[in-house]
């Protein structure tokens, strides 16, 4: 019990694949009891192998950020069996892409309920416990998206945004209790966000399911022009196009989710370290390249910056 108590804590939601996953396992492979949530828990044999075969400090638990009685029970679950949270990493989340005159105020709602409205409901409930105990941290998964509009992106774009606004503002509120607050931005990740872009349906139509793994070796090295289900796109099919023509392409030569955990494990580290609320880790040549931009140029500058560079 006594060496449970000294063992840090580390609550990460989404972890049945890409970024989750990897940052679950890096965890519990640095000495974290690492809980590793995810809606559907059907989904975690890989991990769950992997950390029985390396005798690892993991459990999987099922936690849907869009229920509040899932998180928490979750949560209350792991302060019922460990007493305390020592690290939560927000990484739930998916990717709307579309025009805004294309998507229905149902997908936007949807959209902010699990990227945004997700992290709300777990920070809300590992905060009592963290600043009882006067020390803590939270990680949100945020993106170059959070620094930078770019079209076909806008509300998955808001989300983040928002994010990035929360976090920024309640960095000022938890100092005072020693809980830290870190944001992660990656540009283009090369993990299963990509194939499970959703886009936006006509009125009638069934949501639109995530991009089937088998086509997705072929949308990733070509122009979604082909790929891409027009019809939902309508008049902004062409901006829509060119954009992710860009985009897809550019997974092949993005970090891999790997990367994204040690960074995380690193700014673990930093913080622990440092006396600061607040931090801020941009990741990928992408995300560094407009951050750097955004930073330095005026808004004339930089809206030339940006569509040269995704919309020609």
Do not use: W
């Not at 965890?27 to 974290?32: I, T, V």
């Not at 000022?172 to 886009?199: C, H, Q």
């Not at 009125?203 to 793994?213: H, I, Q, R, S, T």
Request: hydrophobic content about 35%.
């Amino acid at each position: 019990m006594e060496k449970g108590k000294e063992q840090k804590v580390a609550v990460v939601t989404g972890s049945s694949t890409g970024i989750g996953f990897e940052t679950s396992l890096l965890l519990a492979r640095n000495g974290f009891y690492t809980y590793a949530t995810m809606r559907n828990t059907k989904k975690s044999e890989t991990i769950e192998k992997i950390a029985s075969k390396e005798n690892l400090p993991l459990k999987v638990l099922p936690l849907d950020v869009d229920s509040l009685d899932s998180v928490r029970n979750t949560i209350d679950k792991i302060l019922d069996e460990k007493n305390k949270i020592d690290i939560l990493v927000n990484n739930a989340g998916y990717g709307l892409f579309g025009a805004l005159e294309d998507i229905s105020i149902q997908e936007v709602k949807q959209q902010f309920e699990t990227n945004f409205f997700g992290a709300i409901r777990t920070i809300k409930q590992v905060l009592p416990s963290m600043r009882e105990q006067k020390n803590g941290m939270i990680i949100n998964i945020s993106s170059i998206s959070g620094k930078v509009g770019f079209p076909a992106e806008c509300i998955y774009v808001s989300t983040k945004f928002a994010l990035e606004g929360l976090s920024e503002s309640i960095s000022y509120e938890l100092g005072a209790y020693g809980i830290k607050v870190i944001l992660i931005e990656p540009g283009v990740i090369n993990s299963n966000f990509v194939p499970n872009i959703k886009f936006p349906v006509r009125p009638g139509e069934k949501l639109k399911k995530d991009v089937p793994a088998e086509e997705f070796s072929e949308i990733k090295t070509q122009s979604c022009t082909k790929n891409t289900d027009k019809k939902n796109l309508s008049h902004y099919s062409n901006t829509i196009d060119v954009f992710l023509s860009h985009y897809y392409p550019a997974m092949k030569n993005a970090p891999l989710p790997k990367e994204v955990a040690l960074l995380i494990l690193e700014s673990i580290k930093n913080a622990t370290n440092s006396s600061e609320s607040l931090y801020r880790y941009l990741i990928g040549e992408d995300a560094k390249v407009f951050g750097r931009a955004k930073d330095n140029l005026s808004d004339s500058e930089f809206y030339q910056f940006v569509s040269k560079r995704v919309l020609t």
